[in-house]
Nanobody, 123 residues
């Protein structure tokens, strides 16, 4: 069992930055693929970013490429999502997910999910 907990959400003005963190309670991310997803108001959940447990491979949705950076901190045991140049359309509930399968992760069918953190970008 993997318990994921997100933190770092909040209200920010357009053009600003915010950093989200995801930690795995009671274990490390070893052996897992970790991703960030978001659900915008009235829309379905969508993939945002993916990182491997080694931290040497990352992948982003086109909508956030060049603005968001996903990273793994093995000392703090967190997977962070640095969000820059935020836009009002980035407003969403952001959730982290983890799975041993990168395919299942990307599909949004992970076994493990956090409860999510709210990000609101004002114009």
């Amino acid at each position: 069992q993997v318990q994921l907990v997100e933190s770092g959400g909040g209200l920010v003005q357009a053009g600003g930055s915010l950093r989200l963190s995801c930690t795995a309670a009671g274990r490390t991310f070893s052996g897992l693929h970790i991703g960030w997803f978001r659900q915008r108001p009235g829309e379905e959940r969508e993939f945002v970013a993916h990182i491997t447990w080694s931290g040497d491979y990352t992948f982003y949705a086109d909508s956030v490429k060049g603005r968001f950076v996903i990273s793994l901190d093995n000392v703090k045991n967190t997977v962070d999502l640095e969000m820059n140049s935020l836009k009002p359309e980035d407003t969403a509930i952001y959730s982290c997910a983890a799975d041993r399968s990168s395919v299942l992760l990307r599909r949004g069918e992970s076994d493990y999910w956090g409860q999510g953190t709210h990000v609101i970008v004002s114009s």
